[in-house]
């Protein structure tokens, strides 16, 4: 299969999250012997995830509410094997349903998530997708800065700095589409994971750890330099799962024993 290249790691442990998700795709793609139908559900601007999950191959298909994000996505990733479209094809089934980063901002999540897979995921197949430890340090680090304003301070003082020395304000990069009004609205631990997928009728098969730290306050200062991005994903294999801040998982239907 030919994905484009992965990014280097970032304090999210985005290229970590890519690479679990392409090994899993390529597992199930051996098994059933045939390329595989994608449905990414909350795909956004397919920037972070859905691009590499696109190989020409596999029929992908992204879905998402927020239009900006859609109209980006299909002009730079769309083609004959990867479409964009605001809701699932009504009688289309498919072999993976991608939840990236999705769960944690649904009112519902196991009712959207068993609507999905009745519907929608054959019954051979498979979920994967992430969701950031509720109480892990990333949410707790979110928490304490959205009190007390440390990021938006932060940046004020470097824009104070960069005037006071000259340098003025650095150039601006063309903003992505992003949905910003959809925040979090559910903390996630272990267990409240199992419960989603039970009520879909699925089971946790597969839990791996993406990283210990990483928000907007840390990203542009302990995480900064890259040995320290590596480090974090690196040490996040080695801590007890409650220590990680963020989780990629499995989900298969569960089965009779």
């Known amino acids: 299969m030919i994905y484009p290249e992965i990014p280097p790691e970032d304090a999210y442990a985005t290229a970590k999250k890519i690479r679990f998700m392409q090994d899993r795709l390529g597992h199930l793609r051996e098994t059933l012997g045939r390329p595989l139908r994608i449905l990414d559900f909350g795909c956004g601007n397919a920037v972070q995830m859905g691009q590499y999950l696109i190989n020409g191959t596999d029929l992908y298909v992204g879905v998402d509410m927020h239009e ?31 939840v990236s980063e999705v769960l944690e901002h649904l009112d519902d999540p196991g009712t959207v998530l068993a609507a999905l897979v009745s519907k929608h995921l054959e019954s051979n197949g498979v979920v994967l997708g992430s969701v ?15 009190k007390l304003g440390l990021y938006r301070g932060l940046r004020a003082c470097v824009r104070q700095v960069r005037k006071c020395t000259g340098r003025g304000e650095p150039k601006k990069t063309a903003e992505l589409p992003y949905n910003h009004e959809s925040g979090h609205v559910q903390l996630f631990t272990r267990n409240k994971l199992r419960t989603v997928a039970a009520t879909a009728g699925l089971e946790l098969a597969e839990l791996r750890k993406g990283t210990v730290m990483g928000a907007d306050l840390s990203g542009v200062t302990l995480l900064r330099p890259r040995f320290m991005i590596r480090f974090n994903t690196w040490i996040a294999d080695y801590v007890p799962y409650w220590a990680a801040a963020s989780w990629f998982f499995r989900l298969e239907r569960v089965r009779v024993r």
């Open 132 to 146: 950031p430890n509720g109480y892990g340090l990333t949410e707790i680090e979110k928490y304490i800065d959205q």
């Open 68 to 98: 900006p994000s859609l109209a980006y996505a299909r002009t730079r990733f769309g083609g004959m094997a990867a479409r964009f479209v605001d809701r699932a094809p009504e009688e289309m089934r498919f072999d993976v349903l991608i």
